[in-house]
């Protein structure tokens, strides 16, 4: 066939020109590995994003309180209080249940030789159904236990194993801050976010237990709202009352800032991501412009080489070859440049995102759309190519010899 005599003569011009074809395939390869890496760390960012969201709860609406700037240092302001969830509870028509949670980030936590420091909550039990975040072994807190204050706690996996190892600890007596506790359980695993950490690096205790034996602190952390059901509407309703209603509760004038933070679902996903939308699409813009300069070097360097090769084309066109043979060739030389690039980039790409997630802990993944984005900047930069070629196809033969 004639298509595949054309081809091979391209390959052959692609092998004695190992120069001009590595110049074309470079920026096609960085283009590609650019958009590749980025496409396939923002797939599993957003996968991860959607596992935190709904490991959160789907349905969970989060208050924190706000910050302000003093001394030129950014801290939070302790507004929440009980009687914040006592109102919310009776006047939030759209919440399944409501409950405040006191935290401490850095808690040193020791078992016999062992040491660590982690993030400790004071919760009811009703906090465990709210964030999904029960007991995999063993036993959560109980009402029991926040009446009386009792020194009993539930462990993250990441805990169990800094302080165990393979030892079993449920049912033994661990220090937290030099105070002795009884292990009742060991918390279902979570694995670890951007926004959040390592969400096994944690302790829970009764939240009376918190105020009575550790820590004389009367504000909360946290307010966690479990919405009836996860439609947007719900939680857009559910929003716009807890702001009326905290406002009016901590006497916030009208045009004054609010002195609490809500998150929703959908803003805790955006958090968890990791790589920001901006900063995915300038990284995706960068992968643009690297193959618009492809295609322009495609273009322009196999226009050079057509001028250069007008003798070779006038000798072809005289021994027979149509405009047709001469076209197939040259678009066959500028697609096995993109090609290659394309390879080459597809592999850089791939262990870019390893070697980048591996560094940072974070996953990425590659289907189907992933590797569409990479494929058509790879054609963007072939398709270059057919501009010149078409003009060697139109090239007169006696003109062609004449330059020769």
Same mark, same amino acid.
């Given at each position: 066939? @004639? ?39 923002? /797939? ?65 936590? +020791? ?45 993250? /996996? ?7 190892? +393979? ?31 390592? @969400? ?30 996860? +439609? ?23 045009? /004054? ?103 940072? /802990? ?43």
């Amino acid at each position: 066939m @004639r298509w595949s005599r054309n081809f091979r003569a391209a390959l052959q011009v692609v092998g004695a020109q190992p120069g001009r074809i590595l110049l074309l395939a470079l920026p096609v390869a960085v283009s590609t590995a650019l958009a590749l890496a980025t496409l396939a760390l923002d /797939q599993g960012l957003t996968a991860q994003a959607e596992a935190a969201a709904r490991s959160f709860g789907t349905a969970v609406i989060s208050i924190r309180p706000g910050t302000r700037v003093v001394a030129g240092k950014s801290g939070s302001v302790n507004t929440l209080s009980d009687d914040d969830v006592l109102l919310l509870r009776s006047r939030l028509r759209d919440a399944k249940a409501v409950e405040g949670t006191r935290i401490e980030n850095s808690v040193p936590v +020791s078992f016999g030789g062992k040491n660590g420091v982690y993030r400790m909550w004071g919760v009811r039990p009703p906090w465990a159904d709210i964030r999904l975040f029960g007991a995999e072994r063993g036993e959560f807190i109980s009402d029991a236990d926040v009446d009386s204050s009792a020194r009993v706690c539930v462990i993250g /996996q990441t805990v169990a194993r800094g302080l165990f190892g +393979s030892q079993e600890p449920v049912g033994a007596e661990i220090l937290i801050n030099q105070v002795p506790f009884r292990v009742k359980g060991v918390l279902v695993g979570k694995g670890a976010s951007p926004a959040e950490g390592d @969400r096994d690096a944690r302790l829970v205790i009764p939240i009376t237990t918190f105020y009575d034996r550790l820590y004389k602190r009367v504000h909360l952390d946290q307010i966690v709202i479990q919405a009836g059901d996860s +439609s947007p509407e719900t939680l857009a309703r559910l929003d716009e009352q807890v702001h009326a209603l905290l406002r009016k509760q901590h006497h916030i004038a009208a045009g /004054q800032k609010d002195d609490f933070v809500v998150r929703l679902p959908h803003r805790i996903a955006d958090e968890s991501r990791g790589l920001s939308r901006s900063v995915l699409f300038l990284l995706l813009g960068l992968a643009g412009i690297g193959a618009m300069v492809a295609a322009v070097v495609m273009g322009l360097v196999t226009q050079q080489s057509v001028k250069a090769r007008q003798g070779e084309i006038g000798i072809r066109r005289a021994l027979g070859a149509l405009p047709a043979d001469i076209l197939q060739q040259i678009a066959a030389e500028a697609m096995a440049a993109s090609f290659l690039g394309g390879v080459v980039g597809l592999g850089l790409g791939l262990g870019a995102a390893w070697l980048l997630a591996g560094w940072q /802990q974070i996953t990425f993944g590659v289907d189907a759309w992933v590797v569409a984005g990479p494929l058509a900047l790879l054609l963007l930069a072939a398709l270059a190519g057919l501009a010149p070629a078409r003009s060697a196809a139109r090239l007169d033969p006696a003109v062609a010899l004449r330059a020769r």
